[in-house]
């Protein structure tokens, strides 16, 4: 009799002293009240506690991975993150569960909506996305924050796209992303990027090792004129604020980092803010309704904790942090702050086109930080960042990158196997397949995160069907690309497939695209304008029509850009509190320890 | 009337979101075709293993005895290969048997942040030093309430799990991989006997084959896909014993603590490892050709991936 297989009994220590909650326990009164533990929310969360003396609550959806997050020791204690595909890339230990929590797509109105697994999902546990990205850190180029006025002026017009300036100049967020980078700990090299904007200071740290794979795509690129540049990302490559230097495990996107070398979200802004005595972080806590006093006041929250127990939260100030999706779902499902109609319009994600290279030699992916070098030739600015190239379409940065997964190299060769089984290719076996390891070793790709205009019909709205665990409307996410993204796929696709050809691939080509977009970059749907017409938000972030809320997450992007957006959500969220602490003199919360 | 087809419906629930690859690194670049797992019956088994217990295993002699051979039937393995097939059905065994519950974590996530199979970097020197971290990958995470919901529905069916009826009417109810499995093996047996009259297991290899081509492909598909997961996975699961499916494909596998870029605080900078350099190609890479077979395959998908493309 084989079995029965052992189990493990072991068990890991409860997360904190008290089940679900992290900080100051005994706080029961509350300044603000933050929802979501991302990228916004903890720098929101920092400024508010650490600079204004204010009390916060924070509500996160998500488990807690970080045990002892709020042990003041100066030696962090080491998250609960590992060097393991399954659990991080298949079993989505820090993935919402499409079973409980699913979402709807389609591609216009015309069509029904339909269930998919993972449409564009973005972690929820405590310290966000961030927690499982790779840490790119880019700034926006200062066109990007005029992008309406620069393109009228040079002509250019992209049919039914609704693109504006913002109400927020790259001069005066300079600062502010100045101290984002400060607090997050982001290595890059200044001046290396000839199209980025102006910087007031040096990164906080040199750029760590490159990647083999960056070194052979950076040659091609260089062999065709562009400028390839160390990736600005927020690893450390010294000892900083704590924390020790990156070690290039090789399990960075996608992954959380096992030894605090990422500066993510958790470890750095949120660890400051929880440290105070001034906040309380409670983790597995869903929130379902924002109350309202029909007034344009927010009086409070209602939320469901870890045992399914329904509570209720309040405070005086109401942030919303819980993602582009999330964060504009809340507010339909509160029936709050949509006197305009804009709630959810203007989704945007990046479009992404991939180059995918073959190549002869072993590319070892797996050794690194899943992205050192890429490149903004393709960026459709001019050198500077301060005009738009009209010679070209919008565009984005290019990821130099590859692939670190063995199970999903195995995956997509059995995907291969299947079309080559329909071919006949003699010899080839599935196994031989993988043995050859070609979709894990020899693959690199160069991802453009290219320019994703503002449409109104892209957008996010209820489900008229599908309930989440929680008995409410799930997400429906109506998605297309429009005239911007069509003709920069056309232009720049052939360019990311020869970069590889004078890279020494030996096969390249152009992915198809995917449907609903794999993209993690989520923003829109609570765009910050001037206008009350034609905005959520004002300039500080705050809703047009209602006194106490505020939206400190990717929703407010008034346009996309062509760059990773969280350094910039960041800056933002930075920006945003230091007004409510500070609203005659926000500066002054900068550089504060 | 549902928005999405039932069958459709209830094939997208069993894919997990993880197969179409993510973050953009792949994107779309490797889901050349869907990946799908099937929607089967339910008989609404549950077993929760009591804690302290040993753990009753699932799959009985007889179901195990078809699932190797539909395991090295689907995925012959050149040379001797007896661990690497024994870890994949160990992994599977332990998935379906070891289920969580309120005080048991069951075999979903292990544990971290380190295994033992790496070394401390020694940040003096900028060398491995020799002292080795305890294996935490053995000790499994506690699941969250959602969690468990979520892992129990996937694992016995949501109609076993209280709170899992609310999207039923349009979806259609979750059906366990302990069901799928059951009856993926019970309906493979039952096509041996109807066309060879023997039992899957003990017929041979090419008439597996042909066995094979008529069974249910979603299974297939499933046993693939969890075969792949149980060799590549890190070993604590139950497959890839001893990292030998890392060694197939010249893979590491986990490499934390050391890393691979060892910081080296006397000079304030990075160290690279000289047997397994970061920023260069292997000090013994040949840059040689893929072998035909490989090649053949290459430019069939290059082809098949429309232009712009090379050669």
């Known amino acids: ?593 | 009337m549902p928005a999405v087809p039932r069958k459709a419906a209830e094939k997208a629930r069993g894919i997990s979101r993880r197969q179409v690859l993510r973050w953009g690194i792949l994107g779309g670049s490797l889901a050349l075709i869907p990946l799908s797992v099937p929607g089967c019956g339910d008989d609404g088994e549950a077993v929760v293993p009591e804690r302290g217990r040993e753990l009753a295993a699932f799959l009985g002699d007889d179901e195990l005895a078809t699932l190797r051979a539909v395991i090295e039937t689907v995925l012959p393995i050149d040379g001797n290969t007896t661990r690497l097939y024994d870890g994949i059905e160990r992994y599977i065994q332990r998935l379906l048997s070891d289920v969580p519950s309120m005080d048991h974590p069951g075999a979903i996530f292990a544990g971290g942040p380190f295994s033992n199979r790496n070394p401390f970097p020694d940040v003096e020197h900028g060398k491995a030093s020799d002292v080795f971290p305890r294996n935490d990958f053995e000790h499994f995470v506690p699941l969250t309430r959602l969690q468990l919901l979520g892992w129990r529905a996937r694992l016995l069916g949501s109609e076993t799990v209280d709170e899992f009826d609310f999207n039923a009417s349009v979806l259609g109810p979750v059906v366990g991989l302990r069901n799928q499995y059951r009856s993926g093996l019970q309906a493979l047996d039952e096509l041996g006997h109807a066309t060879f009259a023997r039992s899957f297991s003990s017929l041979g290899a090419d008439e597996r084959q042909v066995v094979i081509q008529r069974a249910n492909p979603d299974f297939v598909a499933l046993v693939i896909g969890h075969a792949i997961e149980a060799l590549f996975s890190v070993p604590e699961y139950g497959g890839n014993p001893g990292g030998l499916g890392w060694q197939f494909i010249g893979y590491d596998g986990d490499s934390q603590p050391l890393g691979y870029a060892i910081f080296d605080r006397s000079s304030n900078s990075y160290r690279e490892r000289s047997d397994k350099p970061t920023s260069t190609a292997d000090p013994n890479e040949t840059f040689s050709p893929f072998p035909a077979e490989i090649a053949n395959l290459l430019r069939l998908l290059t082809r098949l991936a429309g232009s712009p493309r090379f050669p």
């Not at chain 1, 600079?51 to 709020?70: A, M, Q, R, S, W």
């Not at chain 1, 080491?78 to 389609?106: A, C, M, Y």
């Not at chain 1, 069509?111 to 310290?127: C, E």
């Not at chain 1, 007034?295 to 929250?301: I, L």
Request: charged share 20%; aromatic share 8%; net charge neutral.
């Open chain 1, 1 to 593: 009799m084989k079995g029965p297989v052992p189990a493990s009994s072991a068990r890991t220590p409860l997360p904190s002293r008290v089940p679900g909650v992290l900080g100051n326990t005994s706080l029961e009164r509350f300044d603000a009240v933050i929802i979501g533990a991302g990228a916004g929310g903890s720098a929101a969360a920092r400024v508010l506690t650490v600079v204004g003396g204010k009390t916060v609550l924070i509500l996160e959806h998500g488990p807690n991975y970080f045990l002892g997050l709020d042990d003041p020791a100066p030696d962090q204690p080491r998250p609960l993150f590992s060097n393991d595909e399954l659990k991080l890339t298949i079993r989505g230990f820090v993935e919402q569960d499409p079973l409980l929590e699913p979402r709807t797509f389609r591609e216009s109105d015309a069509t029904p909506a339909q269930f998919h697994p993972d449409v564009n999902t973005l972690p929820k546990t405590v310290g966000g996305g961030a927690v499982e990205a790779d840490m790119k850190y880019p700034r926006f180029n200062r066109v990007d924050f005029r992008l309406a006025s620069a393109l009228e002026e040079k002509g250019v017009r992209y049919e039914g796209a609704a693109f504006a300036d913002w109400p927020v100049s790259y001069d005066e967020l300079e600062p502010y992303y100045t101290e984002a980078e400060r607090l997050s700990g982001v290595q890059g090299l200044a001046g290396s990027d000839p199209y980025a904007s102006p910087r007031a200071s040096a990164y906080p740290m040199p750029p760590g090792l490159s990647m083999y794979v960056a070194e052979v795509l950076s040659s091609g690129a260089r062999a065709l004129g562009y400028h390839p540049f160390p990736y600005p990302g927020a690893q450390n490559s010294r000892f900083y604020r704590g924390r020790p230097p990156c070690n290039d495990c090789g399990f960075c996107s996608g992954y959380g980092c096992p030894n605090n070398s990422k500066g993510s979200p958790a470890v750095t802004t949120l660890r400051e803010a929880l440290l105070t005595g001034r906040c309380q972080l409670r983790y597995n806590a869903h929130v379902t309704r924002l109350l309202h006093d029909g007034q344009g006041s927010v009086t409070g929250v209602e939320y469901v904790d870890d045992r399914g127990q329904a509570q209720h939260a309040t405070g005086d100030v109401f942030l919303l942090a819980a993602s582009a999706v999330e964060s504009a779902r809340l507010c339909l499902l509160s029936d709050l702050g949509n006197e305009s109609g804009l709630v959810g319009r203007f989704l945007m994600f990046h479009a992404q086109n991939i180059g995918v290279g073959i190549y002869r030699q072993r590319l070892h992916g797996e050794r690194g930080r899943s992205v050192t070098h890429g490149i903004s030739d393709l960026r459709g600015v001019c050198p500077g960042g301060d005009e738009i190239d009209p010679s070209m379409p919008l565009g984005g940065i290019v990821e130099f990158g590859t692939n670190s997964g063995a199970i999903a190299g195995a995956q997509a060769a059995v995907q291969a196997y299947e079309l080559a089984r329909l071919q006949n290719i003699p010899e080839l076996t599935l196994w031989r397949l993988i043995r050859a390891n070609v979709f894990q070793a020899h693959i690199a790709v160069t991802i453009q995160q290219g320019e994703d205009a503002p449409y109104f019909d892209n957008r996010v709205d209820l489900d008229p069907q599908l309930k989440d665990v929680f008995g409410q409307p799930v997400p429906r996410i109506t998605y297309r690309p429009g005239a911007l993204e069509r003709a920069a796929r056309q232009f720049y696709g052939p360019r990311l497939v020869e970069l590889h050809r004078a890279a020494g691939a030996e096969y390249g080509f152009l992915a198809p695209l995917d449907r609903p977009p794999q993209s993690r970059h989520v923003l829109g749907t609570l765009r910050m304008g001037d206008d009350p017409r034609s905005s959520v938000c004002n300039r500080w972030q705050r809703f047009h029509s209602v006194e106490n809320l505020y939206a400190v997450d990717g929703s407010v992007f008034v346009t996309s850009s062509g760059y990773n957006p969280t350094l910039t959500i960041i800056a933002l969220a930075l920006r945003a509190a230091a007004h409510l602490v500070s609203p005659s003199s926000p500066e002054r919360v900068l550089g504060r320890d």
